[in-house]
Each structure stands twice: as C-alpha cells, then as structure tokens.
T-cell receptor, first 113, second 116 residues
Framework: DTGVSQDPRHKITKRGQNVTFRCDPI?????LYWYRQTLGQGPEFLTY????????KSRLLSDRFSAERPKGSFSTLEIQRTEQGDSAMYLC???????????FGPGTRLTVT | AQSVAQPEDQVNVAEGNPLTVKCTYS??????LFWYVQYPNRGLQFLLK??????LVKGSYGFEAEFNKSQTSFHLKKPSALVSDSALYFC??????????????FGAGTILRVKS
C-alpha cells in the first residue's frame, strides 16, 4: 500500500493557461474524490468518482474545470483558462466502497500569477 | 445546510497536559464524524471516525473523540500531549442523507501547538 499520490506537487502558471493534475489512488480503492483547500480553510469538495463514473460535482466546479477517471484507476483534474482565484491546494482522496474514511494524497499546490 | 464549526483557531497546551480540540456540527439525521490531522506540506491523515455505538471513539496516536448527540459535538481529546502532536486538525462530517453523496464537509481547522 503506497498511499495516494499526486503529481505535480507544485505548479506555477500564468493566468489564462491550462493546467492538469494527476491523482493515483490506493490500488484497491474504487472511489476517488477531489477537494480544494485555500489558506485558512478546510478542504471543499469538488467532485467524486465511483470507478470510472463521475457521480457528483460541486457547484464550485465551474465550466473551466473538468475531471476524468478513464479506466477507474488514476484521475486527472484539468483547469482551463486559469484565474488567480484558482490558486489553492488541490487534494485527492480515495476510499473503498464499503468504508467511510477517505485517504488523502499530499496535494498539488497551484499558484496562478 | 450541513456545516461544521471549530470554534478555536488555535489551541495551546503544555507537553504532558491533556488536550481538547472542539468541534460542533449542524447536520440533519445521524451523521458520520471524522477527525483528520495535517502536517506542513503533507496531506490530511485520518485519525478516527464515529459511525454509531459507543460515544467514545479511539483512534491513531493515542487520540480519542467523544460524540455528544445532545450538544451536537465531537471533541478530539488526548490525555497527554506531545510536542509532535503540533499540527492542524480538521473535524469533518459526512451527512447520512444519500442526497449529499459521499463528500466530507470540513471545519476550518484548529492549529494545535504543544510547548515543551
């Protein structure tokens, strides 16, 4: 069990550019979640997959955000036309279908300049 | 609306003393409750959860939490604090209503500082 991994750990981009983040969940976990965490706040839910199906999306997830989990394993989160307000830590978590606790990766810190 | 409140931005305690980090929630029905800890530049680590049953839940690293339904609270406790416990602690709730799916709703976090 190598835990949840995320890549990259840090990303600096200019406003208007597109960025993509990757999350590799714990191998036997079929549920995968994305959260966003800004300074001084707790994580906020963005979206959730069960296997390859995206079952829930937060209203925080604007049209510029898209997430995929094509084979029910790793997931990508893409932000198009980044804005300074997108600067945050993006966290990925995974869980077993029958379990309630979610296990988090180290996060990707995005800075939009 | 489902929400979690952590009323203290920071808790300071001397090493060896007991610690309490407070959490209250506002959720309809019987929620599932969690505590996570976050160290600098690292992701959240699961500490413990309450689903049902005994109101005192034991978790990792000697932490425990007490569920109080009448006060809608889920305070994190440890009998004897260590300097290494210094970190950011988050309380989270998963509403039981399927309408809310599987997402966790987090509080804003409490910084715990343990001084030697």
């Amino acid at each position: 069990d190598t835990g949840v991994s995320q890549d990259p750990r840090h990303k600096i981009t200019k406003r208007g550019q597109n960025v993509t983040f990757r999350c590799d969940p714990i191998s036997e976990h079929n549920r995968l979640y994305w959260y966003r965490q800004t300074l001084g706040q707790g994580p906020e839910f963005l979206t959730y997959f069960q296997n390859e199906a995206q079952l829930e999306k937060s209203r925080l997830l604007s049209d510029r955000f898209s997430a995929e989990r094509p084979k029910g394993s790793f997931s990508t989160l893409e932000i198009q036309r980044t804005e300074q307000g997108d600067s945050a830590m993006y966290l990925c978590a995974s869980s077993l279908a029958a379990a309630l606790e979610q296990y988090f990766g180290p996060g990707t810190r995005l800075t939009v300049t | 609306a489902q929400s979690v409140a952590q009323p203290e931005d920071q808790v300071n305690v001397a090493e060896g003393n007991p610690l309490t980090v407070k959490c209250t929630y506002s959720v309809s029905g019987n929620p599932y409750l969690f505590w996570y800890v976050q160290y600098p530049n690292r992701g959240l680590q699961f500490l413990l959860k309450y689903i049902t049953g005994d109101n005192l839940v034991k978790g990792s690293y000697g932490f425990e939490a007490e569920f109080n339904k009448s006060q809608t609270s889920f305070h994190l406790k440890k009998p004897s604090a260590l300097v290494s416990d210094s970190a950011l602690y988050f309380c989270a709730v998963r509403p039981p209503d399927p309408e809310y799916g599987n997402k966790l709703v987090f509080g804003a976090g409490t910084i715990l500082r343990v001084k030697s």
